[in-house]
C-alpha cells in the first residue's frame, strides 16, 4: 500500500469504459451516489434498461470504443480517473477472435491512454477466470499463479493477458488495482450474462449440474470498485466473491423463489458432452448460436472454490451480501420487472 495523496480519487470525474453493461451500469450508479461526475463510452448499445433515467442522464455521454485508441484519448480528456468494465464475454467459437481483440487488445490500449494523460488511478475489472486453478477443484485466491489447464476457456485466457497489460502499466507508473469477481448475481437483462440463471429458472429449465462456483452481488462488486478507487490502495488485485454454492443449490434457491419446480434432472458430464455437440449441430442447421458450449459445459461441471476475504482486510467496514439474500431481493425485482421470454 502506498498513502500518497495522488492515489485518492475522492471526487472529480471518472470515466467508465463498458457503461452500458450489466456491472459498468451499477458501477456508473454508485459513482453518481458518491457524488463523482461521470463520463461513460458508448458505441451503439442501448442505454440500460434496469438502471433509472433520472441516474443515466447525469452521465455525460461520448461516442467511442476502446479499440479506436484516438477516441479513447479524447475521452480522457479531463478526466481524474478510470474504471475499465469494458470486456467481451462469450464461449461462442466464431466470437473468439474479437473477443481477444476486445479484451487484450482493448485494455492495453486503456492502460497506455491512461499513462499519457497521467490519469490518477484507474481500476480494471478482471474476474476470477484470470486467476490460477488446479484441474481437481481446490480453493482460489489472489496469489494463485496462472496455469493454462483443460479448464482454461478462451475467454479466462483472454482476461489473464489482459491482466499482464495492466501489470505492465503499473511497472510504467500507474497507479492501478485490479478486481476479480466470481458469478455477478443481480437485476439486469435476463436475455444475457449471468442474468441468464435466472430466466432458466424461471422457465423451468429441467437440468441442474452439481459443479460448485463462486457469487457476488453486482451491488457489491460496483461497491467494491469504488471504494478501492477512493483508497490509498494500489498495485494489488482483488478476489471479489461472497459464497460457494453448487449450481443444484443456486438453482433450487432461485426456484422457491420465483415458486417454480426445482431443476430435477443431473446433467452429469456425459449427458453435457452430449448436449454440447447436440447443440453444436443444431446451431449449424439452425443459424443461431448454441446455447451449450464445450467450454461453458467444463465451467459448469467443475468444483473450484474462491476466497473473497482479502478486501474485507484491506477495506474495513466493507462485507459482503450473504448469497441468500442476493437471490431473494434479484428476484423481487425480476417478479416486479418480468422481462419478454
Given at each position: ?31 453518481l451516489?458518491?457524488n ?7 458505441r ?108 482454461s ?60 462456483n ?5 451491488e ?79 465451467v ?15 477495506l ?26
Amino acid at each position: 500500500m502506498s498513502t500518497a495523496d495522488s492515489y485518492f480519487v475522492n471526487e472529480g470525474k471518472v470515466l467508465v469504459t463498458g457503461g452500458t453493461g450489466f456491472l459498468g451500469a451499477y458501477i456508473i450508479k454508485e459513482l453518481l451516489d458518491k457524488n463523482h461526475q461521470v463520463r461513460a463510452i458508448k458505441r451503439n448499445s442501448p442505454l440500460p434498461f434496469f438502471i433509472p433515467e433520472t441516474v443515466l442522464n447525469k452521465v455525460e455521454w461520448v461516442t467511442g470504443d476502446i479499440l479506436d485508441a484516438v477516441s479513447l484519448e479524447e475521452a480522457m480528456d479531463g478526466v481524474d480517473a478510470v474504471i475499465h468494465a469494458a470486456a467481451k464475454v462469450s464461449f461462442i467459437a466464431r466470437e473468439r477472435r474479437q473477443m481477444y481483440k476486445t479484451n487484450i487488445e482493448g485494455t492495453a490500449n486503456v492502460v497506455n491512454a491512461s499513462l499519457e494523460k497521467k490519469i490518477k488511478k484507474l481500476v480494471h475489472v478482471s474476474s476470477v477466470a484470470a486467476l490460477g486453478r488446479r484441474q481437481d477443484g481446490g480453493t482460489v485466491d489472489e496469489g494463485k499463479p496462472w496455469e493454462e489447464v483443460s479448464l482454461s476457456t478462451h475467454y479466462a485466457i483472454t482476461k489473464y493477458r489482459a491482466e499482464m497489460e495492466v501489470w505492465r502499466a503499473i511497472a510504467e507508473g500507474l497507479n492501478a488495482v485490479i478486481i476479480n469477481p466470481s458469478t455477478i448475481l443481480g437485476y439486469g437483462d435476463w436475455n444475457t450474462t449471468s442474468c441468464a440463471l435466472f430466466k432458466s429458472v424461471y422457465n423451468e429449465f429441467p437440468w441442474y449440474t452439481n459443479g460448485i462456483n463462486g457469487f457476488v452481488d453486482v451491488e457489491d462488486t460496483a461497491k467494491a470498485a469504488v471504494l478501492l478507487l477512493h483508497s490509498e490502495i494500489t498495485r494489488e488485485r482483488f478476489v471479489l466473491s461472497s459464497d460457494n454454492w453448487s449450481f443444484h443449490q443456486l438453482f433450487n434457491k432461485i426456484a422457491e423463489e420465483f415458486e417454480k419446480k426445482h431443476p430435477s434432472r443431473e446433467a452429469t458430464p456425459f449427458l453435457g458432452n452430449l448436449a454440447w455437440r447436440w447443440e453444436k449441430i443444431k446451431s449449424v442447421f439452425t443459424g443461431t448460436p448454441a446455447l451449450l458450449t464445450k467450454e461453458n459445459v467444463k465451467v459448469a461441471q467443475s468444483k473450484t472454490y474462491f476466497d473473497g476475504s482479502k478486501i474485507t482486510r484491506y477495506l474495513p467496514g466493507f462485507t459482503f451480501t450473504p448469497l441468500n439474500q442476493t437471490i431473494e431481493q434479484v428476484c423481487r425485482a425480476y417478479l416486479q420487472h418480468i422481462q419478454p421470454i
